[in-house]
T-cell receptor, first 109, second 110 residues
Framework: TQLLEQSPQFLSIQEGENLTVYCNSS?????LQWYRQEPGEGPVLLVT?????EVKKLKRLTFQFGDARKDSSLHITAAQPGDTGLYLC?????????FGTGTSLTVIP | SQTIHQWPATLVQPVGSPLSLECTVE??????LYWYRQAAGRGLQLLFY??????ISSEVPQNLSASRPQDRQFILSSKKLLLSDSGFYLC?????????FGQGTRLTVV
């Protein structure tokens, strides 16, 4: 059973475009994290959101936690080739972290 | 801040051979530790997690086992590898509400 579904699964865009990645679940999470992973490496934590409705910004990246703490979105403004990678959301339930299905982003120069 | 050491980076093993992947953590005490497996370009599947020495919880039935002989050491093992055990294995540490990852081990069973 996959607790977290991400969409889209694949995304290929031109440099300078905007994009949004969604992370949805029917479960409530105490916190939700977003990670970026490059091939052959471990995921790197980008942000943690804890409060329902919370919005966090990290340069051109904007993260939002749903009011009911079941879903989240990641919006990237003016994407750059360096944003290319696999984006993963993860929800914390007690001691466990459940990861989403992943969104593979390619930004074309 | 914590550092997660995971080795080896790549491993090619024949079917039926044993496996031992090691993960050690620095910079934190009594963390929760995790083993995940990742299919190419996809999300992570939780295999095992541990909240303390000798305490292992398994998420899915499988050919693998885990042990935590010391506070900051987590080992993933198998007595006989299957072709389906191939994948990218990641060790993670959570000292609080966030997870931090090692660099991963690419295992190919041939």
């Amino acid at each position: 059973t996959q607790l977290l579904e991400q969409s889209p699964q694949f995304l290929s865009i031109q440099e300078g475009e905007n994009l949004t990645v969604y992370c949805n679940s029917s479960s409530v999470f105490s916190s939700l994290q977003w990670y970026r992973q490059e091939p052959g490496e471990g995921p790197v934590l980008l942000v943690t959101v804890v409060t329902g409705g919370e919005v966090k910004k990290l340069k051109r990246l904007t993260f939002q936690f749903g009011d009911a703490r079941k879903d989240s979105s990641l919006h990237i403004t003016a994407a750059q080739p360096g944003d290319t990678g696999l984006y993963l959301c993860a929800g914390a339930v007690g001691n466990q972290f459940y990861f989403g299905t992943g969104t593979s982003l390619t930004v074309i120069p | 801040s914590q550092t997660i050491h995971q080795w080896p980076a790549t491993l090619v093993q024949p079917v039926g051979s044993p496996l031992s992947l090691e993960c050690t953590v620095e910079g934190t005490s009594n963390p929760n530790l995790y083993w995940y497996r990742q299919a190419a370009g996809r999300g992570l599947q939780l295999l095992f997690y541990s909240v303390g020495i000798g305490q292992i919880s398994s998420e899915v039935p499988q050919n693998l086992s885990a042990s935590r002989p010391q506070d900051r050491q987590f080992i993933l093992s198998s007595k006989k590898l299957l072709l389906s055990d191939s994948g990218f294995y990641l060790c993670a540490c959570s000292p609080n509400t966030e997870a931090f990852f090692g660099q991963g081990t690419r295992l190919t069973v041939v």
